[in-house]
């Protein structure tokens, strides 16, 4: 396998990072903070790194908040489907 440089994690970090895959991001970032040759390009990865980390924990927990809030949507939904269904049963 080919010595991957700064330059080629980095864009592959940027493209996770555009795709909004922030934790493949962080991984990439940090593997291009140990090959950087330079202070500024170790402590840029860091710094990216660390901010899509960030990145992800919030769109995970965002996302998971979207999935309860439509799970409590359809329990509510089929709680009055079944409410109907109860009441037209009564009425037979």
């Keep these: 396998m080919k010595n991957k440089t700064y330059s080629d994690l980095a864009n592959t970090a940027i493209q996770n990072e555009k795709e909004e895959k922030y934790e493949l991001a962080a991984i990439y970032w940090g593997k291009a903070k140990t090959?950087?040759?330079?202070?500024?390009?170790?402590?840029?990865?860091?710094?990216?790194?660390?901010?899509?980390?960030?990145?992800?924990?919030?769109?995970?927990?965002?996302?998971?908040?979207?999935?309860?809030?439509?799970?409590?949507?359809?329990?509510l939904e089929l709680k009055k489907h079944i409410d109907r269904q109860v009441a037209n049963d009564d009425s037979i």
Excluded: M, P
């Design 35 to 75: 090959v950087a040759t330079s202070l500024n390009a170790q402590l840029w990865a860091e710094y990216r790194q660390g901010h899509n980390e960030k990145r992800y924990s919030l769109h995970h927990s965002h996302s998971k908040a979207l999935r309860d809030q439509e799970n409590q949507r359809i329990a």
